[in-house]
T-cell receptor, first 115, second 114 residues
Framework: AQKITQTQPGMFVQEKEAVTLDCTYDTSDPSYGLFWYKQPSSGEMIFLIYQGSYDQQNATEGRYSLNFQKARKSANLVISASQLGDSAMYFC????????????FGKGTRLHILP | DAGVIQSPRHEVTEMGQEVTLRCKPISGHDYLFWYRQTMMRGLELLIYFNNNVPIDDSGMPEDRFSAKMPNASFSTLKIQPSEPRDSAVYFC????????????FGSGTRLTVV
């Protein structure tokens, strides 16, 4: 079974609109961490935001926020006021520290911001 | 901080040749990870080290692949002999052991085996 599921292979969004990228995860461990990474066309992997399973509030980093719905095992990334530079591949990932130290990545969502 | 440094950035080699990819992690990070990225399979974890010791190599595709970390500041991933299906981008990443700390990735090595 997949640990991380990103159901949107690609999305097109108009510039300045908000974007929600979906991510669901599967774990039976109460302690875990969720991550989002951005991979622009240049290829590097850029860490965006982190959410811990025990965190009471949704994580935010500038225009990025994580809509964490624990009961639904959902960790959607929200990008407010999208910009052309947000066009990239976005990966959701999870770490289960009680299990091992690996971060498991989803298949990614390719986001295209339209001018 | 120079970040995670990988070399070379691009490698083109003929089938059957040995390929060595190199990685210098961020100083002080005690974890090092090797990932492979392809269109078909996405990001696959190949192997990771903790304090220079290999912890999990279950992702290494076959015996043609080997990885070493002789010290805290250097790791290699070797493919011998290389095959066209090994063509991919290979990323190295390093991290602290800290729950909320993500990996820092290198720029990757794009390997093409012809």
């Amino acid at each position: 079974a997949q640990k991380i599921t990103q159901t949107q292979p690609g999305m097109f969004v108009q510039e300045k609109e908000a974007v929600t990228l979906d991510c669901t995860y599967d774990t039976s461990d109460p302690s875990y961490g969720l991550f989002w990474y951005k991979q622009p066309s240049s290829g590097e992997m850029i860490f965006l935001i982190y959410q811990g399973s025990y965190d009471q509030q949704n994580a935010t980093e500038g225009r990025y926020s994580l809509n964490f719905q624990k009961a639904r095992k959902s960790a959607n990334l929200v990008i407010s006021a999208s910009q052309l530079g947000d066009s990239a591949m976005y990966f959701c990932a999870m770490r289960e520290p009680n299990r091992d130290d690996k971060i498991i990545f989803g298949k990614g969502t390719r986001l295209h911001i339209l001018p | 901080d120079a970040g995670v440094i990988q070399s070379p950035r691009h490698e083109v080699t003929e089938m059957g040749q040995e390929v060595t990819l190199r990685c210098k992690p961020i100083s002080g990070h005690d974890y090092l990870f090797w990932y492979r990225q392809t269109m078909m399979r996405g990001l696959e974890l190949l192997i990771y080290f903790n304090n220079n010791v290999p912890i999990d190599d279950s992702g290494m595709p076959e015996d043609r692949f080997s990885a070493k970390m002789p010290n805290a500041s250097f790791s290699t991933l070797k493919i011998q002999p290389s095959e066209p299906r090994d063509s991919a981008v290979y990323f190295c990443a390093s991290s602290f052991f800290k729950e909320n700390y993500g990996y820092t990735f290198g720029s990757g090595t794009r390997l093409t085996v012809v």
